[in-house]
C-alpha cells in the first residue's frame, strides 16, 4: 500500500483531482449553490459535474506523467490515452446526455406531481460536463501532470 500511495503518479493524480475539485467548491461557494457544509463536502470530495471536470483533470494528469516517464511511444502510454479519449467521450457524450435527459424526466414528474397525479422526487440532473469544462480540465491536468513529472 505504501507503495501506491508514495508512487508520485498517484500522488499527481490525486493532486489534480483534488485541486479540481477544489475549485468546483470555491465556484460552488461564490455562486451561492452550496447551502451547508454537508454540501460543501459532498462537493469537495464526491459531487460529479460541474467546472472543471476532475474525471478529466485526473486521467490527463496520468497521461502526462505516463507520457514523461515511459515515453509517448510506451504501451502504457497509449493504453493512458486511450482511456484519456473515454473519459472525455463519456463526460461528453452518454453522462452529459443522461443528465439533459435526468432534466426532462424531472420536468414531466414535476408537472405530473403539480396536477396530483403522481408524488415525484426529482433526480439528480447535472452527470456530464460542458465542453468547457472538459476543456479546462484537460489543461488544469495537463499543466499538473508536467509538474509532477518534471520535478
Given at each position: 500500500?505504501a507503495?501506491?500511495?508514495?508512487?508520485?503518479?498517484?500522488?499527481?493524480?490525486?493532486?489534480?483531482?483534488?485541486?479540481?475539485?477544489?475549485?468546483?467548491?470555491?465556484?460552488?461557494?461564490?455562486?451561492?449553490k452550496?447551502?451547508?457544509l454537508?454540501?460543501?463536502?459532498?462537493?469537495l470530495?464526491?459531487?460529479?459535474?460541474?467546472?472543471?471536470?476532475?474525471?478529466?483533470?485526473l486521467v490527463?494528469?496520468?497521461?502526462?506523467?505516463?507520457?514523461f516517464?515511459?515515453?509517448?511511444?510506451?504501451?502504457?502510454?497509449?493504453?493512458?490515452?486511450?482511456?484519456?479519449?473515454v473519459?472525455?467521450?463519456?463526460?461528453l457524450g452518454?453522462r452529459?446526455?443522461?443528465?439533459?435527459?435526468?432534466r426532462?424526466?424531472?420536468?414531466?414528474?414535476n408537472?405530473?406531481?403539480?396536477?396530483?397525479?403522481?408524488?415525484?422526487?426529482p433526480?439528480?440532473?447535472?452527470?456530464?460536463?460542458?465542453?468547457?469544462?472538459?476543456?479546462?480540465?484537460?489543461i488544469?491536468?495537463?499543466?499538473?501532470g508536467?509538474?509532477?513529472a518534471?520535478?
Open positions: 500500500m507503495e501506491i500511495i508514495l508512487n508520485p503518479v498517484f500522488q499527481a493524480c490525486l493532486f489534480s483531482w483534488f485541486t479540481a475539485q477544489f475549485i468546483k467548491t470555491v465556484i460552488g461557494l461564490f455562486s451561492g452550496l447551502h451547508s454537508k454540501a460543501l463536502a459532498e462537493s470530495i464526491w459531487r460529479t459535474g460541474g467546472f472543471p471536470s476532475s474525471h478529466t483533470a490527463t494528469t496520468l497521461t502526462t506523467c505516463i507520457g516517464r515511459s515515453g509517448v511511444s510506451s504501451d502504457t502510454f497509449m493504453l493512458s490515452f486511450c482511456f484519456l479519449m473519459t472525455i467521450r463519456d463526460a452518454v452529459r446526455a443522461s443528465g439533459l435527459q435526468a426532462k424526466l424531472n420536468e414531466l414528474g408537472e405530473l406531481s403539480d396536477k396530483k397525479m403522481i408524488e415525484y422526487k433526480i439528480k440532473e447535472i452527470l456530464g460536463h460542458r465542453p468547457m469544462e472538459v476543456i479546462f480540465g484537460a488544469l491536468g495537463f499543466f499538473i508536467l509538474g509532477f518534471v520535478l
